[in-house]
Nanobody, 123 residues
């Protein structure tokens, strides 16, 4: 059974920092794109960042570019999202996604999802 488990969410002050982790189990995702999406209350799920298998290709949403950094450790089957200088508008439930072989911003391309971790940014 494939599982993605996110952790690291919580309450952070605007301008602070937070690191989210996503551990995959049940199969290896070393050849898969790993991505982060987020969903704010009352809104749809939005793309945040994606990283290819080698880490050599990375996409970011314009809203987080320059503040967030996605990375991965294939030996640990883990993806990370370093959130620097978060803003109140970054408050959302953050989801890890896997399963796409190609870099995609559309959530429909991803087969596996975590349960989400809540990030709340206070002003």
């Amino acid at each position: 059974q494939v599982q993605l488990v996110e952790s690291g969410g919580g309450l952070v002050q605007a301008g602070g920092s937070l690191r989210l982790s996503c551990v995959a189990s049940g199969r290896t995702f070393s050849s898969s794109v790993l991505a982060w999406f987020r969903q704010a209350p009352g809104k749809g799920r939005d793309f945040v960042a994606a990283i290819n298998w080698s880490g050599g290709t990375i996409y970011y949403a314009d809203s987080v570019k320059g503040r967030f950094t996605i990375s991965r450790d294939n030996a640990k089957n883990t993806a990370y999202l370093q959130m620097n200088s978060p803003k109140p508008e970054d408050t959302a439930n953050y989801y890890c996604a896997a399963g796409s072989l190609y870099m995609q911003r559309d959530q429909r391309w991803y087969d596996y999802w975590g349960q989400g971790t809540q990030v709340t940014v206070s002003s």
